[in-house]
């Protein structure tokens, strides 16, 4: 086993790549669906690939003995697993929570002649590596995609669509958002995944995780869910509202355009298992603002934004309550606040739902560590920006 290779989701899911064992001391192991297969395996390197991806399997924490197949997927009715193999590597991937698929590939020289049929010039502009790692990385993502979709009929090019990729040249790791569009009775609408890509020794390594959406949060009068696509206008509304932003510092979006763009590549959903979630008025079903989480490098941040016309009625109250029910129950250790002194209505809310207010610092001061746009800074002049926190362990 090397060491991690990705940069998320240790904790939710095994890889294993290249395993040294490949005998076969866990044939003994194997399902009767396996023993079937492997029965009719006729060549000696087939049956020695088979036996080694098992081991990459068993190494990825399944248990060999319960794997059956759905069509071509193997599946396991314990955990999501996917395993690939390459010419002179496999890999496998096991989770107990996240729905996977895997990838691993050597160099393919005929990538670029063959690009045009899995990618668009769009797409490829997402990536900031060289061209071959590039394409390597694009068809090894959709590779993981379809197979964690495991339904077939689906087209590269017209079905799966990288929103957004980040690349670490030098650790070699890269991670982004994608997009199955491609539906069927199993899978009635677009799942998002997070996808990461590594390069290891000669091989390039590429998985897709896909978390269930969240259920719903039924607060009295306000339900709070996930946003999607279909919320972009509404979005842009909210944030073309000068009294909604007076106090966030955002930069707003430049068209209905930008709103869905963010959408589609908002990774902290499939990321970090939490984020902004849409609230809906439950007497009338549409939107009436967002509340939620939001992982930041200096702590989990509590968030809220409304349409005017739903204040004072306790309804940011309301949602802010149940957004630290769902933080406790995904074992949060503490979430913090931070309001302007003039946005009252803000730091009450932080207040009335038990976090304490830790530092004051004039808004001058903390800018310098924080991009602040300079006309939000001038409006500002004056101001405290007030610091809360939650202990919740
Ligand atoms: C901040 C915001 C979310 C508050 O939403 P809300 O639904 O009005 O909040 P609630 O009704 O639950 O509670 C607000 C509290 O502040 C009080 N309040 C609001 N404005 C006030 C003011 N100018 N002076 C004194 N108290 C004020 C309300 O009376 C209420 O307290 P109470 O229950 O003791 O009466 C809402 O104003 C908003 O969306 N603003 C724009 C976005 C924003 O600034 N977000 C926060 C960024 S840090």
Redesign the pocket.
């Known amino acids: 086993m090397l060491n991690y290779p990705f940069k998320y989701l240790e904790e939710s899911i095994c890889i294993s790549v290249n395993p040294t064992t490949q005998g076969e001391a866990i044939m003994d192991q194997f399902s009767t669906a396996d023993r079937t297969k492997f029965s009719k395996l006729k060549s000696p390197a087939k049956q020695q690939e088979f036996l080694w991806s098992r081991s990459a399997l068993l190494q990825a924490g399944a248990h060999l003995e319960s794997i059956t197949y759905l069509g071509k997927k193997p599946i396991t009715n314990e955990a999501f697993i996917s395993l690939s193999h390459c010419q002179d590597g496999v890999s496998a991937v096991y989770s107990k929570g996240l729905e996977v698929g895997i990838d691993i590939e050597t160099r393919r020289e005929n990538l670029r002649r063959i690009a045009p049929k899995f990618t668009s010039e769009e797409e490829k502009k997402r990536f900031t590596c060289d061209e071959q790692t590039t394409l390597q990385f694009i068809w090894g993502i959709k590779e993981s995609l379809f197979k964690l979709y495991g339904f077939g009929n689906v087209d590269f090019k017209q079905h799966l669509d990288i929103t957004s990729f980040e690349w670490n040249a030098q650790t070699k790791q890269g991670w982004g958002t994608a997009w199955i569009t491609q539906t069927c009775a199993e899978r009635n609408e677009p799942i998002q995944c997070l996808v990461q890509t590594a390069v290891v020794g000669d091989h390039y390594i590429c998985i897709a995780t896909h978390r269930k959406p969240m259920a719903p949060i039924d607060g009295k009068r306000v339900r709070l869910r996930e946003w999607t696509p279909q919320d972009a206008s509404w979005l842009y509304e909210l944030n073309m509202n000068p ?6 510092g955002d930069a707003g979006f430049t068209s209905e355009d930008s709103a869905l763009n963010l959408i589609r590549t908002y990774p902290n959903y499939q990321r970090d298992g939490y984020g902004r979630w849409m609230a809906i008025d439950k007497s009338t079903g549409l939107p009436i ?1 967002w ?1 939620g989480l939001k992982k930041n490098p200096w702590g989990i941040d509590l ?6 016309y ?11 309550l149940k957004t630290i029910e769902k933080a406790k129950h995904l074992k949060l250790p503490r979430l913090i ?4 002194s003039e ?7 932080l207040e ?1 739902v038990g976090m304490q207010r830790y530092h004051s610092v004039p808004i001058e001061e903390f800018a310098e560590d924080f991009n602040i746009a300079s006309k939000d800074l001038e409006s500002w002049k004056g101001q405290m920006l007030h610091m809360y926190k939650l202990d919740l362990k």
Do not use: P
């Open positions: 009294a909604v932003v007076k106090y966030t603002g509340c968030g809220f934004r409304f349409l005017e739903s204040w004072g009625k306790g309804i940011a109250t309301e949602c802010a606040g931070r309001a302007l946005n009252i209505g803000s730091w009450k809310v009335k």
